[in-house]
């Protein structure tokens, strides 16, 4: 069995990536609110603060807080994606391995995670939540993208100012890669 090694700092603040397994799949966004109560489900039995979440049609991005001395996210992302899988029901690709788990094919079954170092790498990756729609060509604008937390966070005044693009994407295109290299 692969041992992943993840960096576990309770109470620490994560951005993370999570996949469908069919990248041309828009199941994210047609099934957006099974995703939203999921979400909720899973952070009432199990607390985290979402500082930004945004949400493409075949990937996510999320920058989670963790509550005091716990550090399993994991956990959660694991009841995210099952609970809306059986919400959305049906099945996506699957292997021999997966029908053998019982997994429904539509997520991809990892997930990228980076602990967030200080303020000015929390900023980095809320620019990056924010912007993502706006590098894969979603639209032009990053206020125009209805499934972000930017929303959210322009009404409570929460957006560090100013609103920029991370630098050194090029925006208007679609990178060859879903997040950039973090260094």
Not at 106 to 129: M, P, S, T, V
Not at 136 to 141: D, F, K, M, N
Not at 146 to 170: E, K, N, T
Request: proline content about 8%; some cysteine.
């Amino acid at each position: 069995m692969t041992s992943y090694r993840r960096l576990r700092r309770p109470g620490a603040t994560y951005f993370f990536t999570v996949m469908l397994a069919d990248p041309s799949a828009d199941t994210l966004v047609s099934g957006i609110d099974h995703l939203r109560a999921a979400w909720q489900i899973t952070c009432a039995e199990r607390p985290f603060r979402t500082e930004a979440v945004v949400v493409l049609p075949d990937h996510l991005h999320a920058i989670w807080t963790l509550p005091p001395g716990d550090a399993d996210f994991s956990t959660r992302w694991r009841l995210i994606k099952s609970r809306f899988s059986r919400r959305i029901g049906g099945t996506g690709r699957r292997g021999r391995s997966m029908r053998a788990k019982g997994e429904r094919g539509i997520w991809q079954r990892r997930f990228w995670e980076h602990l967030l170092r200080d303020g000015a790498d929390r900023n980095l990756h809320l620019n990056y939540c924010w912007f993502d729609p706006v590098n894969h060509g979603l639209v032009r604008q990053a206020g125009e993208w209805p499934w972000s937390s930017l929303h959210r966070d322009l009404r409570r005044g929460c957006v560090p100012a100013p609103v920029q693009p991370p630098p050194g994407l090029c925006f208007g295109e679609r990178m060859g890669e879903d997040h950039p290299s973090y260094g």
